[in-house]
C-alpha cells in the first residue's frame, strides 16, 4: 500500500512538473515570439508598449490591439496588415514602409463584399464575426524618421534619409501619444533595422492622414476659394454671352478672319503656342523606393534621350525668342525705319508689348498658384508621403514673385509653383528682347553689338560657375547645383539669342534660300551633328571638371543652332517629310492648348503620386513616363 502511495506521490510531482515547464515554456515561446515580432513590426512594438500611456484611452485600446494580436484575432491582424514595416532594396534607397491607407480604414467597414452568396461564404466559413471587426475606431499615422545608416548609398538628394512609417492604430491615439511610444522604441533600439543596417532612429514629425477639414479656414485658403468661385462664375457668364451674344457679331467679320488664319498664325496665338515648356527632369521629386538605380539606368548610350530631356526645355526657349522677333521685324518689314528718336512713341511701344504679355499669360498663372496651394495643404493632410516641395508655404510667403517673374532669381526651396521658373525667365528674355528690337529700329549695330555681347556673356558665365563650383555632370551634382546652373536666366538665354538671330536671317533671306544638293547635306549633317554631340556628349559622365565647364558653356547653345537650322531649311521650303510633319493641321488645335497644359501637368503628376499608396519602382517605362 505503501509502495503504491510513494509511485502516486512520484507521479503527481512528475505530472506538477512537467506542467510547469510547459507553461515556462510556452510563456517563454510566446515571449521570444512577441519579442521578434515586436522587432520586426513597428506596429507590433507600438501594441506592447501600451503601458507607456498609463489608463489613458489611447493606452487601453493599444492594450486590447497587443492582445488581440497575441490571440490571433482578425481584426488585429488587419490592422498589422495595414501598417509598413522594413522593406526590400533599403540598399538602394528605399526608405518608404509604407501600409496599406484603405485597407486600414476599410477594417471598419461592415458592408459584406460584392461577391456571389457561394464565394463570400467561401470567404467567411473560417471567421468569426465578432472577430473580423476592431471594438474601436482606427485611422492610419504616418511617422517620419530620420536614420543615419552608413550601410544605404545616399545622392546627396533632399530627404534621402527620411524613413515614411505607416501605421494603422486606434483612431483615440493621439499626435503625442503615439511620439512618446515610437520615441522609446527608437531610444531603445527596438527594431531588428537599428541592428541590421547599423542605424539609429530620430524621430521628426507624426501625423494622421484623415481629413478634418481644418486646413480649409485658414485665411489665405478661403481668400483662394472665393477667388476660384468668383472666376468660374465670370467664365460662366462670358461663355454664355459669347454663345449667344457676340458670335452673332463675330460671324459678320469672320472671312477677314479665317483669310489671316488661314495664312499664319496671328502673333498672340504663335506666341502663345510656345509660352509652355517640357518639363525638366523630375527624377528626384518623383516618389521612388529605389533612387540609386537611377544612377544605373541612366548610363547606356540609348536612355541618354530620355536622361539628357531637360535639353528640350532649351528648344522652347529658342522657339520663343525667334516668334517674339519674327513677329515683330515682319511687321516693321514694309515699314520705313525711324531716322530720329521719339522717346515716348518707343517707350509706349515698348510698354504696350510688355503689359500685353503679361495680361495674356498671368491670370491662368496666378489662378494655378492658387489651385496648387489649396490641393498642396489638401494633401499635406491626407498624403502619406513627405512633401519635398510645399507650395502651401512657399505659395503664402512668396506668391508675389510669380507675379512679378521674379521667382527663378530665388533660391529653388522658396519656389512657389517649381517649374514656372520658365515662365519667369521667358518674361525677362522678353522684355530684354522687345527693348533690343525697338533699339534696332533706330540704331540696328549697337542692338546687334549689345545681343551679342549677351550671348558671349552667357556663354562664358556659365562655363565660368561651371569651373568654380567644379562640377561634374552626374546626378547628385546635378542637384546640388540646380540653383546656380539650371534656373538662374544669365545660363538660359543663349538658346533664346539663337533664336532672335535666325529669326532676323530668315527675314533678310525672305523665306528663300538656294542651296545645292552637297550644300544641302552638309549643312543637315552640321544642324544634326549639333543636336546629337548635346544630346549624347555626356555618356560618360565621370568626365574632367574642364571639360565639363566647356560642355556646359557650348552645350544649350549648340543645340539651339541645330535646331535653328531645322527651322530655317523647313521655312525655306528644303524640309521635305520634316516639314510636311511639323505642318500637319492637327498640331494647330493642340498648340492652343500647350500653355495651360504646361500649368497643369506637373500639378496632375504630383497630385497622382501624392495619392497613391506606395512608391514608384524606377524601370525603364516609368522613366518614360516621368
Known sequence: MSHRLLVSSILCILCVNFATLYRVSAQINASEGNDINSRVLPAYAVALRANLLNSTICGKELQDFRDA????????????????????????????????????FDTMNREPLDLLDKDLLNNTIYRDPQKEFPPFKVTYFVAYIRHNSTLQYHLNVPNEDLITLGLCLPASCSISELSVILERIFRDRALLANDLYSMDFKLIE?????????????????????????????????????????????????????????????????????????QENRIGQVLLYNPVWTLRITTGLPIQILANATISVDTYFFISGFLVAYLYLKNITNKQRDESFNYRAKLNEFFVYVMRRYIRLTPAFMMMVGILQLNSAWYNKTSQFYMDERPHETCVKYWWRNLLYINNLYERKELCMSWSWYLASDMQFFVIAIALLILSTICFYTAAFILIAILIGTIVLSGYISYIYEYIPILSE????????????????????????AAYILINLNKRITL??????????????????????????????????????????????????L????????????????????????????YCAYLLNPFIIHAIRLHDESSVHLEFLSLVNI
Not at 224 to 236: E, G, H, P, Q, W
Open 567 to 594: 527651322v530655317i531649311v523647313c521655312c525655306t521650303k528644303h524640309g521635305g517629310i520634316i516639314k510636311q510633319v511639323l505642318s500637319f493641321k492637327v498640331w494647330i488645335p493642340l498648340s492652343r492648348l500647350t
Open 478 to 501: 546635378q542637384y546640388r547645383l540646380l540653383d546656380v546652373l539650371y534656373y538662374p536666366p544669365w545660363v538660359r538665354i543663349g538658346p533664346y539669342i539663337i533664336g532672335i538671330i
Open 206 to 278: 507624426v501625423k494622421d492622414v484623415k481629413d478634418d477639414y481644418e486646413w480649409l479656414f485658414s485665411g489665405p485658403i478661403l481668400l483662394i476659394c472665393v477667388v476660384l468661385a468668383l472666376t468660374i462664375s465670370i467664365m460662366i457668364i462670358g461663355t454664355v454671352y459669347d454663345l449667344f451674344v457676340y458670335q452673332k457679331y463675330l460671324n459678320a467679320k469672320n472671312k477677314t478672319t479665317k483669310n489671316k488664319a488661314n495664312g499664319e498664325n496671328t502673333p498672340e496665338e504663335m506666341e502663345m503656342a510656345v509660352s509652355s515648356s517640357p
Open 69 to 104: 494580436l497575441e490571440q490571433r484575432i482578425l481584426w488585429s491582424l488587419k490592422m498589422l496588415d495595414s501598417s509598413g514595416g522594413l522593406k526590400s532594396g533599403f540598399f538602394y534607397g528605399n526608405n518608404y514602409w509604407l501600409g496599406v491607407t484603405t485597407q486600414c
Open 516 to 565: 545645292k544638293r552637297t550644300t544641302l547635306i552638309l549643312c543637315w549633317s552640321f544642324g544634326s551633328s549639333c543636336n546629337i554631340f548635346v544630346l549624347f556628349g555626356l555618356y560618360k559622365r565621370h568626365i574632367s571638371v574642364l571639360s565639363t565647364a566647356i560642355y556646359v558653356a557650348l552645350s544649350r547653345t549648340i543645340w539651339a543652332i541645330g535646331i535653328a537650322w
